[in-house]
């Protein structure tokens, strides 16, 4: 957040069932949150956005993109979940504190990052879940054309990363951050930082698999 208010009006959303939202289950359908980012734009009189989402977030994106996809500039999907088969089993049943002490490096960093994890309501997880494994999510968004950024982290023991080719093509690229697990922005955050600000800065509509100048230091594309 305070790297991209420098140059960008940045916003932190907590969507239904997380953070200090509602505990409410009926809200906790993709559809419901897409329905509460839009809600909120509205709002704000916003016109046009860049999502950064993780995890469920990110799918929570995609689903906005391909309902508003006139809404939507650039997408930054953060060790996204393509498939249900790339979730580990453990994501879909454990509490979510326990998720986060099994996922997180247990630094200070991480623990003050994820101070809120607590506050999460596993149904809305599952909700999260369940809308992934109902519809052919990814083969959708594939084809709105819109410049994504899939980044994963290498060592991430929830979310299975899809092989490069599954996802390649000329508005999508794919990034994975050798020292990081689940949480790239906490393990790795000057590296991701300066990921998501090059991106970022990109031109609205350009392909990021060919304009996206990658430093070798972080640069690395699944085999």
């Avoid at 500039?73 to 060790?79: E, H, P, Q, S, Y």
């Avoid at 999460?120 to 819109?146: R, V």
């Avoid at 970022?200 to 698999?209: K, N």
Wanted: aromatic share 8%; net charge negative; glycine share 6%.
């Amino acid at each position: 957040m305070q790297v991209t208010s420098t140059s960008y009006r940045a916003y932190a959303l907590d969507l239904w069932g997380f953070g200090d939202t509602a505990h409410s289950e009926v809200k906790y359908s993709l559809d419901e949150q897409v329905k509460l980012i839009d809600d909120f734009m509205n709002e704000m009189g916003i016109g046009k956005i860049a999502i950064v989402g993780h995890g469920l977030g990110a799918l929570v994106g995609m689903n906005f993109a391909l309902r508003y996809k006139n809404s939507v500039d650039r997408v930054m999907a953060i060790n996204c979940p393509l498939s249900i088969d790339a979730v580990n089993s453990r994501l879909r049943t454990a509490p979510p504190q326990d998720l986060s002490d099994w996922l997180s490096n247990r630094t200070p960093e991480a623990a003050t990052a994820l101070s809120d994890a607590s506050k999460a309501d596993i149904k809305a997880i599952a909700a999260s879940m369940a809308g992934l494994q109902s519809n052919n999510l990814f083969s959708q968004f594939k084809g709105l054309n819109i410049p994504t950024l899939l980044v994963y982290g290498e060592k991430d023991l929830a979310i299975t990363r899809p092989k490069y080719e599954d996802t390649a093509s000329t508005f999508i690229h794919q990034v994975v951050l050798d020292g990081s697990g689940h949480f790239p922005m906490v393990e790795e955050a000057a590296k991701f930082n300066r990921l998501l600000t090059d991106f970022l800065a990109l031109d609205s509509g350009a392909s990021p698999s060919e304009e996206l100048q990658m430093k070798e230091e972080w640069k690395r594309r699944v085999r």
